[in-house]
């Protein structure tokens, strides 16, 4: 052993096995780490609350709530990172502290650190590709929703109290949903941003998520410096029917939950319902620009299409005017997704501002018309259940459509929304959306906080509920009622046309026509998803019923199911190859399929 290169090559191996294991230490550490915060944050650090006053003043209302902040919001020494590393490399460190960080700082908070979001806040689905995307507590396999994905995992998980995000079209929403936890979008313009880097000025708005509604009552308060006492007054729900239909939530697990509640609180009258599209085809005529010659304009849900289509031209162009330059000289590194929405942005031109604007005011003036004083809309806050992660297709165009026609809504009237979890359907979290006009923010959180504990009794109780099983009965007068309800269609009275329909289905419900003749009525109602569900029924019983499967490809073209929507209209060319309704149908998807 007196050789000296024997010796060096054993240094040489017991320095590899030393530096192998602190390597794997070091990882072991850092994959427990972010198990322990879910993957959740960017940078961990402390700021500490403004000392408390001195006895006998009361303590500040957010005293021992922890926070974590959305990385798009500016802390002193911090550099702003807008969740992109190339950002963060040619930026220097934040002068000054966000006000909205510092008013829940005075207010007895602590901050713990900044969180992972989808890059420049676009994209709804919480995926970063430079920091990993934060692990949705309630789904593991699943994505948490974005661009807020973050603040919404840190919440969930319990790792603080409250979550500083913004949401410019459904950022906290979605999350918060995805998430099954509480999340406020407020009223544009009433919450600072001064701090916070600006996506597209016209829809941006700091929200905040809590698992607690006392909790996201009081950050409210703060954020929105608002008076502790109000006369109370009625609420009216309104609920949006027609967008009930893009959900696949059963009914009882939403809109039977809210109906139960108004009958056992005082001071709730009795809800109403509305096809919302249809009212903002017939109030927000701008619109009309906007929507492609495909459409149906008349049909509300193309309505709803065409306004998340102005709310993405809008969000191009005043991206592009505040980041243009940067993304021109440093050319970042994107996800794809993220790739796609920057190229959008920066290859978009805009000949009329003014009308994208004007679809805003409008908006706004409808919703104000609607709700009124006392009117609090209620729609699902997404359409469906969160994506698989690592999905190497991504969101597809369907998911997307009803997601935005959804979550444009409050981003283009900039009305306040709170989502509200209701439990889980098929182990999904689920949730409902609260909408108030524009500045009825307190009126919107004091409504939540009143009617949380009461809605989450509800969610428990209506998911031991069973459907009631049809009954058989004669021939005949299944056949009347059959006769009736094809007279009440043609005399255009649907509601009583569903009604001989479904009456002669409990007669006898085996019959293809009786399920495609009430589906019928039910898309001129604007009820596909029941037209759906009757002409499936219709077409187990005759599989060689066209009309059936015209009426079903009607009904998910509706519901911005458009490859299903297509291979109806294909069976029924198949069927019936010269029918003229199916080769047009078939023509019109294919141009809407991307």
């Given at each position: 052993m007196s050789n000296p290169k024997v010796w060096v090559v054993i240094g040489v191996t017991v320095a590899g096995i030393v530096i192998l294991a602190e390597t794997r230490r070091r990882r072991l550490r850092a994959r427990k780490l972010e198990r322990e915060d879910f993957g959740a944050f960017i940078d961990r650090f402390e700021l500490l609350p403004f000392p408390q006053p001195p006895p006998p003043a009361a303590r500040h209302i957010l005293f021992s709530l922890t926070f974590t902040v959305k990385d798009i919001f500016d802390v002193k020494d911090w550099v702003t990172g807008f969740g992109n590393p190339d950002w963060k490399r040619t930026h220097e460190a934040a002068g000054k502290t966000a006000v909205v960080v510092t008013a829940l700082l005075k207010n007895g908070a602590t901050c713990v650190g900044k969180t992972v979001m989808d890059e420049f806040a676009f994209g709804i689905t919480g995926e970063n590709v430079h920091y990993g995307t934060p692990t949705n507590p309630q789904m593991p396999s699943h994505i948490p929703g974005g661009s807020s994905?973050?603040?919404?995992?840190?919440?969930?998980?319990?790792?603080?109290?409250f979550a500083l995000g913004t949401d410019t079209i459904g950022c906290v929403r979605t999350p918060a949903s995805f998430c099954g936890i509480l999340g406020c979008r407020p009223s544009h313009g009433l919450v600072s941003t001064i701090g916070v880097l600006p996506n597209s000025q016209s829809l941006d708005t700091v929200g905040w998520f809590a698992r607690d509604p006392s909790i996201l009552h009081r950050v409210g308060h703060i954020l929105l410096q608002l008076n502790q006492v109000e006369p109370r007054r009625t609420r009216c729900f309104i609920i949006a029917d027609d967008l009930f239909q893009l959900s696949k939530v059963p009914k009882q697990k939403s809109i039977q939950v809210i109906t139960r509640v108004t009958e056992n609180l005082s001071g709730y009258q009795p809800p109403r319902h509305v096809n919302f599209g249809q009212y903002v085809a017939a109030n927000v005529p701008s619109l009309r620009v906007f929507c492609e010659e495909s459409m149906n304009f008349q049909i509300g849900i193309n309505a709803l299409k065409a306004l998340s289509s102005v709310m993405f031209l809008l969000l191009r162009y005043e991206f592009k005017t505040n980041h243009g330059e940067w993304v021109k000289a440093v050319k970042p590194r994107l996800g794809s997704h993220v790739s796609d929405q920057v190229s959008a942005a920066m290859d978009a031109t805009h000949e009329d501002i003014k009308t994208l604007y004007k679809v805003r005011s409008e908006m706004r003036a409808a919703l104000r018309s609607l709700l009124k004083d006392d009117g609090i809309l209620v729609v699902p806050?997404?359409?469906?259940?969160?994506?698989?992660?690592?999905?190497?297709?991504?969101p597809s165009a369907e998911f997307l459509d009803r997601a935005f026609a959804l979550l444009s809504i409050a981003s283009m009237s900039g009305c306040c929304e709170v989502t509200v979890p209701l439990g889980k359907h098929d182990g999904f979290p689920i949730s409902v959306s609260f909408l108030a006009f524009h500045g009825a923010d307190k009126f919107l959180l004091d409504t939540v906080l009143d009617m949380y504990s009461f809605l989450q009794e509800q969610v428990s109780l209506v998911s031991n509920l069973s459907p009631v099983p049809d009954t058989n009965g004669h021939m005949d007068a299944s056949e009347l009622l059959k006769e009736k309800g094809n007279a009440a269609f043609k005399g255009n009275q649907l509601n009583k046309a569903v009604s001989y329909y479904s009456e002669a289905i409990k007669l006898n419900d085996i019959n293809a026509t009786y399920y495609c003749n009430r589906a019928a009525a039910y898309l001129k109602l604007g009820c596909y998803r029941e037209a759906e569900e009757d002409c499936t029924k219709a077409i187990t019983l005759d599989k060689k019923n066209v009309k059936a499967y015209l009426r079903r490809g009607t009904a998910r073209e509706s519901l911005v199911l458009y490859?299903?929507?297509?291979?109806?209209?294909?069976?029924?060319?198949?069927?019936?190859?010269?029918?003229?309704d199916a080769n047009e149908a078939e023509k019109r998807l294919r141009k809407l399929i991307r």
């Open positions: 994905s973050g603040s919404a995992v840190a919440v969930a998980a319990g790792i603080v109290d806050t997404v359409a469906d259940p969160p994506l698989k992660l690592n999905s190497k297709k991504g490859k299903d929507a297509l291979q109806d209209f294909k069976h029924a060319l198949v069927l019936e190859p010269q029918n003229k």
